[in-house]
């Protein structure tokens, strides 16, 4: 055992011989003395400054301050697409470019409430290279003509050879040329050259691009090279994952460390092979939207597998019966008539200081409580 009084006489000792060089640099030299008692307190407050802003600040979810909104714009047309404005501070995002050039106008006339006179979109996200997402990128006097773009991020790989997909390259091109900067999502990921994995967008709101097994990796199925975001707001989560299919989203719960949502976009329209449990069982959505134009024909004559699918609706009742569906249908399929009809229309969800928010420009009647859902869509246990 160490002898205890040794040990305190020697602490004692080293106090005392401490105390008195003090005692000395003071009496020999007082300016000496100031100009190291300065330099103490400059540490001392320093180090302070230091651990409040950047070591505590990054154990705490950031405080929910301004607002962060998401449009889910109906398009104007029977045909189904994603265009969705997001709006964080002065940032303007948008995250695809609908299915037909026919929507423009409808597009440009909603962007215009938001931005005004303002013709940038900071970012432009470009999820995948089907033609319901990049109609109005490629068109002539589209988006990229019309809006500047400081940021492109888009999908590493397509299979595509179409003309639309073409017309979205060339456009793109010329917006980098004239001085927009442009990344795929995996140099993002990667943080490669000036890409970044995480922008962070106002004081409490962050976009991330999420790792995507397909960002380097080849499918059969485009939907799975989709460009997946998640938006934070404080502590909130708002997660947009294109049309990815359900191996895509195997993957990313396997390489994100995902959180749960307030906000999820349904996968792929509301179809039947996104949105699938291995996902939803993570985020558990509060509130899910879907891009879709209800009940069409355009990929199948099968009533319960058009969009908004019934196994997409068995699926997310689990979690939430605040789906909303966007879009203005074409009746054809019910009663072979060219009226449309309306679901929620534009569907606004907006993250303010408070809460959470859905405003809706037709109605905001949620789907299990449409006349559509109840003429063709079995209601799930959970909704019962
Ligand atoms: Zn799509």
Redesign the pocket.
Known sequence: MPNKNYSNKTNSKIKNTAKKTVKKVVKKSPVLAIVLAIILIAVIIGGYFVYVNYIKKQDEPTAVSGELSFHFMSLGNKY???CIYVKAGDNDILIDGGSRASSLPTVKQYLSEYMGEDKTIEYLIVTHA?E??IAMLGAENGILDYYECKTIIDFAISNKTTQVYNRYLAKRDIEVENGAQHFTALQCVNNEGDAKKVYQLTDSVKMEILNNYYYSNSSTDENNYSVCTLFTHGDRNFLFTG?LEKDGEQKLVELNNLPQVELFKAG??GSKTSSNEVLLSVIKPKICVVSCTTGTNEYTDNIKNQFPTQDFINRISKYTDKVYVTSVGKDDIMENKDELFSMNGDVVVISAENEVKVSCSESDTLLKDTAWFKEYRDTPIYWQ
């Open positions: 189904n697409g994603d089907d319901d997402h049309d792929h329209h």
